[in-house]
């Protein structure tokens, strides 16, 4: 989950089949107990319906929980982070960043560095079509060294400048990434 209508439509299908969540945040669902393996199937089945999928695995929880984080920092959050990718990760998920590191390419056949660079240029998408800020500025916002490096990694990754993107323009979805 990705956005705030995906937290709705989640509720909703949770709500359609008289599951009580504890809580609902983006990227997760606590519930005060275990389902039955028919709760689980149904739940899952129209999870899919919608393009989400049930995790409940640890491994993949953890792969989840960092697609969570990166898409939050990336897309939600105003605030730029005070430490490295891997220092924030390894902090907030109570991993070595090698292990999360490994975890995440096994399961995702990218690299978590890779993921990012990938949701930084949905981002800079994003904010080229809005055309509110300059390219110094997105530059800035996303933490790159320099729009020259901006520039070079957004050609390398859509095959087009950031300019031709922004006379074409067409974005995927944050969770087709």
């Not at 705030?4 to 009580?20: G, K, P």
């Amino acid at each position: 989950m990705v956005c705030q209508r995906c937290i709705s439509a989640v509720q909703h299908i949770l709500t359609d089949n008289q599951i009580v969540a504890s809580s609902i945040t983006l990227g997760e669902v606590q519930l005060p107990h275990d389902l039955t393996t028919d709760q689980k199937n149904n739940l899952s089945a129209r999870l899919q319906d919608v393009g989400f999928e049930l995790i409940d695995d640890h491994n993949s929880k953890i792969v989840a929980d960092i697609k969570r984080m990166i898409v939050g920092q990336i897309h939600h959050s105003t605030d730029t982070l005070k430490s490295s990718w891997s220092d924030y990760l390894s902090k907030e998920l109570l991993h070595d960043y090698r292990y999360l590191s490994k975890l995440f390419s096994s399961i995702e056949s990218i690299t978590i560095e890779q993921y990012i660079i990938h949701q930084k240029i949905e981002k800079v998408k994003e904010l080229l079509i809005y055309d509110e800020l300059s390219l110094s500025q997105i530059s800035y916002a996303l933490d790159y060294s320099s729009v020259s490096h901006l520039s070079n990694q957004f050609k390398k990754v859509t095959g087009m400048t950031p300019t031709v993107f922004k006379k074409q323009g067409s974005r995927k979805p944050i969770d087709k990434v």
